[in-house]
């Protein structure tokens, strides 16, 4: 079955410390995203990109950083820059670009402070 | 810019109740409108869609009708059960510029808590 896999389903981050978020997808997907979800509210998009080797910022970058070497393959790191990272974060995928294009959701990561 | 508003929730029905959850939006161009189900710890499951005004996305027994001249997109349901119990986001994608990613911007979400 095709989807998206994120890893770990829980996380825990000391002060001062990276950590790396997975996300994987067998859909042979162009686009992913990553979104991070608060109590209350609606997802804000972190970072997406389009293609292999290319990424643009969302909403809220700063504190965050992604790559995307491989089309299946996009992490997301959590920097010490980031100062408020207690959240749940969805990573997800669409077959390509135009606004026609559905959103397929991982199960999420939710990451807590030590 | 782009918004999104729905109903504050949670919304509690009893089985079998008739659903209605509100959503209007604010966008430039002509979005394509989109609901999407939450469940306990889980990421969104796409629900329903669409793409232009008067069309009507549907999905296991939900409802949702683009109204270009109100500007909403409501989400209706004839008889909720338990299993329906989750959180529903309403979201619109709104290219600006051709070839760029289809960004989704979110409601705030609605919690529907069905009962016995």
């Known amino acids: 079955d095709g989807g998206i896999t994120q890893s770990p389903k829980y996380l825990f981050r000391k002060e001062g410390q990276n950590v790396t978020l997975s996300c994987e997808q067998n859909l042979n997907h162009d686009a992913m995203y990553w979104y991070r979800q608060d109590p209350g509210q609606g997802l804000r998009l972190i970072y997406y990109s389009q293609i292999v080797n290319d990424f643009q910022k969302g909403d809220i970058a700063e504190g965050y950083s992604v790559s995307r070497e491989k089309k299946e393959s996009f992490p997301l790191t959590v920097t010490s820059a980031q100062k408020n990272p207690t959240a749940f974060y969805l990573c997800a995928s669409s077959m390509g670009t135009g606004i026609n294009q559905p959103q397929h959701f991982g199960d999420g990561t939710r990451l807590s402070i030590l | ?116």
């Not at chain 2, 409108?33 to 889980?42: C, H, I, N, R, S």
């Not at chain 2, 009507?56 to 949702?64: H, T």
Request: with cysteine; net charge negative.
């Open chain 2, 1 to 116: 810019g782009d918004s999104v508003t729905q109903m504050e929730g949670p919304v509690t029905l009893s089985e079998e109740a008739f659903l209605t959850i509100n959503c209007t939006y604010t966008a430039t161009g002509y979005p394509s409108l989109f609901w999407y189900v939450q469940y306990p710890g889980e990421g969104l499951q796409l629900l329903l869609k669409a793409t232009k005004a008067d069309d009507k996305g549907s999905n296991k027994g939900f409802e949702a009708t683009y109204r270009k001249e109100t500007t909403s997109f409501h989400l209706e349901k004839g008889s909720v059960q338990v299993s329906d119990s989750a959180v529903y986001f309403c979201a619109l994608s709104d290219s600006h510029k051709a070839g760029t990613a289809s960004k989704l911007t979110f409601g705030t979400g609605t919690r529907l808590q069905v009962t016995l």
